[in-house]
């Protein structure tokens, strides 16, 4: 068909004639099936087995925000639990370019030199799948996304930090049940997530960096308390001497904390992760931490004081999403938080309305 710009009164330019289109990309997909769902039973075999694939697909499920997804998750990790627990889980903490990506490569070589498997997973509340979380992200540890005995999981997209804390939670679980006797949970300082991560592992290592003089001034509050051990990072070239006086510092200012409770007097050294100097002498400190807690029986303690907080978490987080998930409620806080804004009823008879409501209802 003759195109209108084509005709007499455009001058000077000529339209050409398109190229037909396809008349799809590919007219076989709409008949590609789907891989069947496999059964509980399956994931959990293929699990046990130490299939890869089966692993993810469950870490997946526990991910999914379906309540068929998540039924099923369930029945998974309850089955994979009698053969969880049997593995050294390390947390590992730094603010972002502190050198953890750089630090987890390293340190997994390192450990995975010495037998057994690892799983890197993190806990980033502010990621999002979509964007590209920002921690667990494969090709940050090039060194180990290649590793046959490694599994690097992402951070559970962004969610409340209590959901996706328990999402990794039970990943952990998983990797155990699929014979990992390693696992490093990575976070960076966002909100809470050190406090998170401080609940899932036996383990709590803290990534520093020397420089300024003031690192301690910078260092969030209650972070201190909870390492079982700082390592700073860079100490190479130029950096050693500032390394080793940060060390100092941090040495000085850990006596004035009280002996935590597993009786282990945290540890402070210095390493570089790029040049690897340093690593067996950290990896050592934890080696020892681990031997000294099990022989006191804190170890034991810990663990069982989480699942027991896990218990508790777990159902404040379902309550509260049960809660705050229902339209009805939703439309009903609106309306209270415009009365109370407007002085027309008390914080208290608007809150009590929604709640007498939520009771009445539940299901
Ligand atoms: P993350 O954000 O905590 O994961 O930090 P990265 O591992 O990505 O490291 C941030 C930057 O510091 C990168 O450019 C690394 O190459 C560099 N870096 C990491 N470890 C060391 C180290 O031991 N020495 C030196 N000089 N640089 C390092």
Redesign the pocket.
């Known amino acids: 068909m003759q195109h209108i710009e084509n005709e007499d009164c455009y001058n000077g330019l000529t339209v050409n004639s398109g190229v037909a289109q396809p008349p799809s990309v590919n007219p076989y997909i709409t008949h590609r099936r789907r891989k069947p769902m496999p059964t509980v039973g399956e994931i959990v075999e293929g699990i046990l087995k130490g299939d890869v694939t089966m692993l993810s697909r469950a870490v997946t499920l526990v991910e999914s925000l379906s309540a068929d997804h998540q039924t099923l998750a369930q029945e998974v990790i309850e089955k994979c639990l009698p053969y969880s627990g049997n593995s050294r889980r390390i947390g590992i903490t730094?603010?972002?370019?502190?050198?953890?990506?750089?630090?987890?490569?390293v340190f997994g070589l390192h450990v995975l030199k010495q037998g057994g498997k690892l799983a890197v997973l993190a806990i980033d509340p502010s990621s999002e799948r979509t964007k590209g979380s920002?921690?667990g992200d494969k090709t940050?540890m090039e060194k180990l996304a290649t590793h046959p005995g490694a599994f690097i999981r992402p951070s559970p997209s962004a969610g409340s930090l209590g959901g996706v804390a328990r999402k990794t939670r039970e990943t952990i679980v998983l990797c155990e049940a699929a014979g990992y006797n390693n696992i490093f949970v990575?976070t960076?300082g966002v909100g809470q997530s050190e406090t998170a991560v401080h609940s899932m592992v036996d383990f709590f290592l803290l990534?520093q960096l020397a420089g300024t003089g003031d690192e301690l001034q910078g260092i969030k509050r209650g972070i201190m308390e909870m390492a079982d051990g700082i390592v700073i990072?860079?100490?190479?070239?130029d950096?050693i001497d500032r390394a080793r006086l940060a060390q100092a510092q941090f040495k000085s200012a850990l006596r004035l904390f009280p002996t935590p409770a597993s009786g282990w007097t945290p540890e402070v050294l210095t390493?570089?992760?790029?040049?690897?100097?340093g690593i067996p002498e950290v990896w050592d400190m934890i080696d020892r931490y681990f031997d000294f807690v099990k022989a006191n029986g804190y170890f034991d303690t810990k663990r069982a004081q989480q699942a027991r907080y896990w218990m508790f978490e777990t159902i404040n987080e379902q309550l509260h999403a049960n809660f705050y998930n229902n339209p009805e409620i939703e439309k009903m806080l609106a309306e209270g938080e415009t009365d109370v804004l407007a002085n027309r009823r008390t914080s208290f008879a608007a809150a009590r309305t929604v709640l007498d409501y939520y009771f009445a209802n539940k299901r």
Do not use: F, Q
Request: aromatic share 10%.
């Open positions: 730094g603010v972002p370019g502190a050198g953890k990506s750089t630090s987890i490569d920002i921690l940050r990575e960076v990534i990072n860079k100490a190479d070239g950096n390493y570089s992760g790029y040049y690897e100097l």
